[in-house]
């Protein structure tokens, strides 16, 4: 399983990205999808997570409300839409599939 992230870039405080993660090779349309982020000189943490039956979700606390994950099972993709970004978001975001971990995308939040 191969997976790619994009999206990241440089925002201002309170605007939105949207996360993309590609999955290739044999990925599962019914195991979990998850998004986790490292920022600089700290530990990686779980952000959200998507299962496929009912496409029920899963967020951090710091993220609830404001970012959104989905999936697209046909495409094999993984979203994160986030908004009402705030500078603590800052970090290289992963996602992750059937222990499989792609590199990173940075986000940059400025004050």
């Known amino acids: 399983v191969q997976l790619q992230a994009y999206g990241g870039g440089l925002v201002e405080a309170g605007g939105s990205l949207k996360l993309s993660c590609a999955a290739s090779?044999?990925?599962?349309?019914?195991?979990?999808y998850s998004w986790f982020r490292q920022a600089a000189g700290k530990e990686r943490e779980f952000v959200a997570a998507?299962?496929?039956?009912?496409?029920?979700?899963f967020y951090a606390d710091s993220v609830k409300g404001r970012f959104t994950i989905s999936r697209d099972n046909a495409k094999n993709t993984v979203y994160l839409q986030m908004n009402s970004l705030k500078p603590e978001d800052t970090a290289v975001y992963y996602c992750?599939?059937?222990?499989?971990w792609g590199k990173g995308t940075q986000v940059t939040v400025s004050s």
């Open positions: 992750t599939h059937m222990g499989y």
């Open positions: 998507i299962v496929s039956i009912g496409s029920n979700s």
């Open positions: 090779g044999r990925t599962s349309t019914t195991l979990t």
